[in-house]
């Protein structure tokens, strides 16, 4: 089945620094890949996407960009802040378009920003 | 406008009771999911509605668990005879169904204990 690896962390980096967060996975198909983050005390958010090969998604200084040929989908930022600080999940979907279908999470890796 | 709204927010209960869980999609959201969170085994897709209709059922953890939804709005998550097992944050997103990929929208979720 369905499958992704992120590191767990907790990841912990001074403000300013460049991030990376590593996320690989299986798949049977060609799926949509997603970062999700939920910051302390609220719930899940879309943070970026990107539905195909070589696609990069970027939201708020965060880009990742799907790559097919490692199967893989790591988080970057050029200089992170202490807002930053949360948990952030790689996911990815087997449904095509708009369609329904159930995300599969990796198990979230929790970074922490040191001001 | 209103969010993902689920309630009870916590719940606790003795093992061997059943619980019920429920969540309010946003107005106009045709999908429906829910999830499971805990620390052991972080974010499992559990089950997901198109309107009123569940086509994939197959994460559902065992038959103690059931869900449905009625009128294309609210769904409701029950557990019979709780097991320890079963505590962990149960978490409901819905989303609009189209052409392109739709963004799930999470709610704050219900902490479960099973004492």
């Known amino acids: 089945g369905d499958s992704v690896t992120q590191m767990e962390g907790p990841v912990t980096l001074s403000e300013e620094a460049f991030l990376t967060i590593n996320c690989t996975y299986t798949?049977?198909?060609?799926?949509?890949l997603f970062w999700y983050v939920q910051y302390p005390g609220e719930g899940l958010q879309l943070l970026l996407k990107a539905t195909k090969a070589d696609d990069k998604g970027s939201n708020k200084g965060f880009e990742a960009t799907y790559r097919k040929e490692t199967t893989s989908f790591h988080l970057e930022k050029g200089s992170v802040q202490v807002s930053d600080s949360a948990v952030y999940f790689c996911a990815l979907s087997e449904g095509s378009g708009g369609g329904a279908d159930g995300l599969t999470f990796g198990k979230g890796t929790h970074l922490i920003i040191q001001p | 406008g209103a969010g993902v709204s689920q309630s009870p927010s916590n719940k606790v209960t003795e093992k061997g009771k059943d619980v019920e869980l429920r969540c309010d999609p946003i107005?106009?959201?045709?999908?429906l999911y829910w999830y499971r969170q805990s620390l052991g085994q972080g974010l499992e897709f559990l089950i997901y509605?198109?309107?009123?209709?569940?086509?994939?059922k197959s994460g559902l953890p065992s038959d103690r668990f059931s869900a449905e939804r009625t009128g294309g709005s609210v769904s409701t998550l029950t557990i019979q005879r709780t097991q320890q097992e079963d505590s962990a944050v149960y978490l409901c997103a819905s989303s609009r169904l189209g052409a392109d990929y739709q963004p799930q929208h999470f709610g704050d979720g219900t902490r479960l204990s099973i004492l």
């Open positions: 107005s106009g959201h045709t999908a």
């Open positions: 509605f198109q309107g009123n209709s569940a086509p994939d």
């Open positions: 798949a049977t198909g060609y799926p949509s």
